[in-house]
């Protein structure tokens, strides 16, 4: 990556377990994608009021060749989303498919753009 790896965190404390949950996520897609110019991860948990615990969204900025790709959405309304490191995995399935995704214009010569 050309850039360093970016963790933010609003609405909670900044976790070292956390962190390095995301650090293990982004060398696996650095594997996979070895072009990856720069990524920007945010963990935040929305101001909403839920009747439940708080519920996670995780957002993934990553910059490669001719494209910016955002993986993340709203925490969904399940148990699940209440545990970060699930959210992170989802997040980061999704990153996976922006990428495949991206990969396969590259290789195809593409003018089309994710």
Do not use: W
Not at 38 to 65: A, F, K
Not at 85 to 107: P, W
């Amino acid at each position: 990556m050309q850039t360093a790896l970016r963790i933010t965190f609003h609405g909670l404390s900044p976790s070292e377990a956390i962190e390095d949950s995301i650090r293990g996520h982004v060398a696996k897609l650095e594997r996979f994608f070895d072009r990856i110019i720069g990524c920007h991860v945010t963990i935040e948990v929305p101001n909403h009021r839920h009747r439940s615990g708080r519920r996670y969204r995780v957002l993934i900025d990553v910059r490669v060749p001719r494209a910016e790709l955002v993986a993340g959405r709203a925490p969904e309304e399940s148990p699940s989303s209440e545990d970060v490191f699930v959210a992170i995995d989802r997040a980061f399935d999704e990153a996976v498919r922006l990428l495949q995704d991206h990969a396969r214009m590259l290789r195809e010569g593409s003018d089309h753009h994710p």
